[in-house]
């Protein structure tokens, strides 16, 4: 989730979900000391989430005491059906009881998807990377070290017994977005009998790639823009799409970021360090760091199409237009693994086009 610091007002298009929620609400006035007027947008993202900020009324222990600084909650609003809350509430849930660090849960009405939650801040780690990659490269390492730490960490702690599994079926619908989204309705190409071939062939490989590697709790979306920076440990938000699925896909995730790029060398330097990090915790990677290597690359190409897919329907279809402007991003991801491994090779023709289009109308990184 991001957070713009807004002091916006908070606003509704339905009349009854706003009634549905100011009732709600009300009802958490008293026991939490809420502050209803304080109310203000905190953050949204790509789903039909949003998140608000309400501030708590500051209380004195006793008579001759200072008043303790005011605090502030969050609360989650995911309008069903487009959103179903009961994932998140269970894995914070679950995350609590491992110690790891995230919002808890105080109150939730599971059946409108309303939650209330702590507040871990303002500091999300994406900006605060950012600014360390112009000119402070030693934080930049520091932090990135800490994100593979905090992974090992969320993998040996969580228990994905019961969790959805990042099977074929997923997988596949997952890939299914570039082309449905990304060649068709964003670039209007229409593939060969011969191209659907190849992709259908490259995309099978990559599938079972993901699915011969061992199974852990895979976040989904492991990226500094999900991390927060709370002190000396790091906050994990938007854990409510998480499954159990291939050991190397966080991994994917953190080195090949969405917002933020690096130098392949510190790619590889974090992953050694993630892996040795991993191994000594006990978790199942590859025993060979050059069969780990290669795995997490292949299974960073099914995240990058998926990722080229799911922005172009942002834009399309959810009125989102800016994630769109991180296309080259991920075109140039796909392009460097797919020159990389000789099986992959086919999905260059089908790569290349579109890359080159997306340039042509003017995107570029921000």
């Not at 099914?302 to 399309?316: A, E, P, S, Y």
Request: charged residues 20%; negative net charge; proline residues 7%.
């Amino acid at each position: 989730m991001t957070d713009p610091q807004t002091q916006a007002p908070v606003t509704w298009g339905d009349p009854q979900r706003q009634a549905a929620f100011e009732h709600w609400l009300a009802a958490l006035v008293e026991p939490f000391a809420l502050l209803p007027r304080t109310l203000q947008p905190a953050s949204a993202d790509a789903s039909f989430r949003r998140y608000l900020r309400v501030h708590r009324a500051a209380t004195s222990a006793s008579v001759g005491q200072a008043a303790e600084p005011s605090t502030s909650l969050i609360v989650m609003d995911a309008p069903p059906p487009q959103e179903d809350v009961r994932p998140f509430v269970r894995l914070a849930r679950q995350m609590q009881a491992a110690g790891l660090l995230g919002p808890v849960v105080l109150a939730a009405d599971e059946e409108q998807g309303f939650v209330l939650l702590t507040d871990l801040g303002r500091e999300l780690l994406l900006p605060v990377l950012q600014q360390a990659q112009q000119g402070q490269p030693a934080k930049a390492d520091a932090l990135m070290r800490q994100v593979g730490s905090a992974l090992v960490r969320w993998q040996h702690g969580m228990d994905p017994g019961g969790w959805p599994a990042y099977d074929e079926a997923l997988l596949r619908r997952e890939l299914d977005l570039f082309p449905q989204w990304c060649v068709s309705r964003e670039f209007g190409q229409t593939w060969t009998d011969a191209q659907q071939q190849a992709w259908d062939r490259v995309t099978q490989r990559l599938i079972d790639s993901a699915l011969a590697q061992p199974m852990v709790a895979v976040h989904r979306d492991w990226m500094p823009r999900n991390l927060m920076v709370c002190g000396g440990d790091l906050g994990i938000l938007d854990f409510q799409d998480a499954v159990r699925g291939p050991i190397t896909y966080d991994a994917a995730s953190m080195l090949r970021d969405a917002f933020i790029s690096w130098d392949e060398e510190l790619e590889i330097d974090w992953a050694v360090r993630y892996w040795e990090q991993a191994r000594a915790a006990g978790l199942p990677v590859q025993e060979d760091f050059g069969e780990f290597w290669r795995a997490l690359e292949w299974m960073g190409m099914q995240r990058h199409l998926k990722v080229l897919g799911i922005f172009c329907r942002l834009k399309h279809r959810d009125g989102k237009p800016h994630y769109a402007q991180d296309l080259p991003r991920f075109f140039a991801y796909a392009t460097k693994v797919v020159l990389r491994y000789r099986e992959l090779a086919p999905l260059l023709p089908l790569i290349e086009p579109l890359s080159g289009f997306a340039l042509e109308q003017g995107y570029t990184l921000r």
